[in-house]
């Protein structure tokens, strides 16, 4: 079995597999959550959720349609999507208090220079923000998190032509935006 191979399909019954998992891929999705959000207490309890949900998906991962880390994003995006419809629903004032852990002083620290040091990837989202959301999504996860364009498509569940496509006509219309990074957002793809 191919999952198997990967080890992902092992981690929702073995601890150590998924602290493996975890410790592999805990820095790539805090900093993929801190180009996105710009709480701590919300990278925190995101990332949390992520790996909830890995537990949970892990039996989806199919090697052949991409690495694991453009899986992982993808459980990311959709993690942070759910929790932004979520979000919506309640009224601002409750959406400040609910859900939210205390961290402790170092904790904070540690997610604010995180969050400082992801700054120009949210500057250059802020640019984005004018694209359609599925030509936004493709163009964050190739210029901001450094997937290839194949990547990006298995983590968004799209073809690879399709990818291309859009990341073309992503990257088209933020030529016309000014203050756009050109390197970040045109050539950030390996």
Not at 51 to 57: E, G, M, N, R, T
Not at 96 to 105: D, F, N
């Amino acid at each position: 079995m191919r999952l198997r191979q990967t080890g992902l399909a092992d981690i929702a019954d073995d601890p150590v597999a998924f602290e493996a998992f975890y410790r592999r891929h805990f820095e790539a999705v805090t900093r993929f959550l801190a180009r996105r959000v710009g709480d701590p207490h919300a990278v925190a309890d995101l990332t949390a959720d992520v790996f909830l949900a890995v537990l949970d998906s892990a039996h989806t991962y199919r090697p052949g349609k991409g690495s694991e880390i453009a899986w992982l994003y993808g459980v990311a995006r959709n993690t942070m999507l759910a929790e932004r419809r979520r979000s919506a629903r309640e009224s601002r004032a409750n959406s400040r208090i609910a859900g939210r852990r205390l961290l402790e002083s170092d904790d904070v620290s540690r997610l604010e220079d995180r969050i400082d040091a992801e700054s120009p990837a949210r500057r250059a989202m802020e640019a984005m923000a004018g694209l359609p959301e599925n030509d936004r999504a493709l163009l964050e996860l190739v210029a901001v998190d450094g997937l290839s364009p194949a990547e990006a498509a298995a983590a968004l569940g799209i073809r690879q032509g399709t990818a291309r496509v859009r990341l073309h006509r992503a990257r088209r219309a933020l030529r016309q935006i000014p203050g756009v990074v050109p390197p970040l957002v045109m050539e950030g793809h390996r």
